[in-house]
């Protein structure tokens, strides 16, 4: 029997406008196929927001998000921001507030390797065949929500975190290590931060509690270099808010691009879901954006959200057959790519959609 689901759509900024349509077309064919009824609105949220409301996350917009079954994300930002730290409104504060206010303290970002890009990597093939990482990366506290300061000749943002805070993302981190190979990397600094020695001392508590689970922890400096070295060695990897964000897009040269990377946000209700690429404003508007990382964001919603995973499946199968075909687009195209099969955004989400039907 079909289910009824309500999905908002935020396609925000930049490239979340081209790549996020794609992602919703996969949501409406699977529904069809499958006898489902999903809804979909839509809200805005960062730059656009802020030039239709002057706020990047309108309180009509995050109401859509509270009664909603699961949130389509795109990406913010704008030039604009980036060239000019003095602006006190910015689109990153709507994401920000939006994680917060929701609760989604836990980032799942799979680091799917399709064998047919094993060649779009800046990294040789031998070391990364065979790599499948799961990153669960904090999201609601570290520097991002600590408390800022700001004189003509200081700046300061606290790292903070709340006991609470890692043993609900180190359990939830666990978990999924016991469904997959049993391997737990914690990652800080806690030969030097106090913040990471806590983060730490939580861990090793948890960790009794899962003892089927090998338990690692590295500090970030030497992760980032593992990672490289030997992809091949991580299973789950768990992570404060700032590390996990840059660990991560480092991660996505493992699976070839960061517009091949979904990521889902869950905690405590609705469940959000997006690309970990940002708004790309170098190839914003060109229309040769990747749109994979959007669609397979929607896939994680059908499973992880849904609990539909035949259907979350048949995304990822479609996603591979479009590969398998040799379609490319730009950024995952190589020197033994046939340039005949390189193509823009619209055409790429098209191949998935026949190959999806
Ligand atoms: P970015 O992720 O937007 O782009 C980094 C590089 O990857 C660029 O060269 C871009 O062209 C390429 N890239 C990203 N997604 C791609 C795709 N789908 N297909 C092909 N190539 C792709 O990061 P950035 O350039 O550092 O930041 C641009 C803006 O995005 C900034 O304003 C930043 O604040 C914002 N940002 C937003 C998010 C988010 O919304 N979650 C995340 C990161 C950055």
Not at 140 to 156: I, L, Q
Not at 221 to 233: F, T, W, Y
Not at 269 to 279: D, M
């Amino acid at each position: 029997m079909g289910v009824d689901k309500k999905i908002l759509v935020i396609p925000g900024d930049g490239i979340g406008q081209e790549v996020t349509a794609w992602g919703q077309k996969v949501l409406v064919t699977i529904a069809e196929n499958y006898k489902h009824n999903f809804v979909f609105e839509e809200g805005i949220m960062g730059h656009v927001a802020i030039e239709a409301t002057g706020n990047p996350l309108p309180d009509e917009t995050l109401e859509k998000a509270r009664r909603s079954d699961a949130i389509l994300f795109g990406a913010i930002g704008h030039a604009k921001y980036d060239n000019d730290p003095s602006l006190k409104v910015r689109p990153e504060q709507g994401l920000l507030k939006i994680r917060k206010e929701l609760g989604l303290y836990a980032n799942l970002r799979p680091i799917k390797l399709f064998d047919e890009l094993l060649e779009a990597s800046s990294i040789k093939p031998e070391i990364l065949r065979g790599s499948d990482i799961l990153f669960f990366r904090e999201l609601t506290g570290d520097v991002y929500f600590g408390e800022k300061n700001r004189t003509e000749n200081m700046a300061s943002d606290l790292m903070i975190y709340h006991r609470y805070e890692v043993e609900r993302i180190a359990r939830k981190a666990y978990e999924a290590a016991r469904t997959r190979r049993k391997k737990l990397c914690s990652v800080d600094k806690a030969n030097v931060l106090e913040a990471s020695r806590l983060w730490r001392e939580v861990v090793q508590g948890i960790a009794k509690e899962y003892p089927d689970v090998e338990t690692e922890h590295m500090f970030i400096d030497n992760a980032a270099m593992q990672l490289i070295k030997d992809p091949k060695r991580f299973d789950v990897v768990v992570t404060g808010n700032l590390f996990g964000d840059i660990l991560t897009d480092e991660a996505s040269q493992i699976a070839g691009s960061m517009g091949m990377l979904a990521s889902a946000s869950i905690g405590d209700s609705v469940g959000f879901y997006e690309p970990i690429h940002g708004s790309a404003h170098d190839i914003a508007g060109k229309g040769i954006a990747n749109p994979l990382a959007s669609i397979l964001s929607a896939a994680l919603m059908l499973d992880i959200s849904f609990g539909l995973k035949n259907e979350s499946q048949r995304v990822i199968k479609a996603v591979e057959a479009t590969l398998k075909q040799g379609y490319r687009t730009m950024d995952i195209a190589n020197k033994h790519t046939d340039n005949h099969l390189v193509m823009g955004t619209d055409a790429m989400g098209a191949k998935v959609l026949e190959n999806l039907n």
